[in-house]
């Protein structure tokens, strides 16, 4: 059974840095693509960085070069790495997963999520 758990949420000052990890079970990492998705306060999940089983990222542009999305495929992990917080940031983060090789952030049929973890950014 593939299970997903996020760590490395908190509060953090406006332009503040956070590492986010998901840490996963039950699944070859090699055998699925993943994702993080976003959900302000209000408002819909949106998917925002993806990784493909071959380490190809992909980003929506409001994270584009904020963000780095990367994987340990030996400890089936994956983590998002925030710099340039920004108050529009505030929200649950999830990961996502997948079978396949090609993820992006916009796909819709992401398979296993994660339970989320709440980050708030404060100015």
């Known amino acids: 059974q593939v299970q997903l758990v996020e760590s490395g949420g908190g509060s953090v000052q406006s332009g503040g840095s956070l590492r986010l990890s998901c840490a996963g079970s039950?699944?070859?990492?090699?055998?699925?693509?993943m994702g993080w998705f976003h959900q302000a306060p209000g408002k819909e999940r949106e998917g925002i960085a993806a990784?493909?089983?071959?380490?190809?990222?992909t980003y929506i542009d409001s994270v584009k070069g904020r963000f780095t999305i990367s994987q340990d495929n030996a400890k089936n992990t994956l983590f998002l790495q925030m710099n340039g917080l920004k108050a529009e940031d505030t929200g649950i983060y999830y990961c996502?997963?997948?079978?396949?090789?090609?993820?992006?952030?916009?796909?819709?049929?992401?398979?296993?999520w994660g339970q989320g973890t709440q980050v708030t950014v404060f100015s």
């Open positions: 990784i493909d089983s071959d380490r190809s990222t």
């Open positions: 996502a997963a997948r079978v396949g090789w090609i993820c992006r952030p916009w796909d819709n049929d992401f398979e296993y």
């Open positions: 039950g699944y070859t990492a090699s055998s699925y693509c």
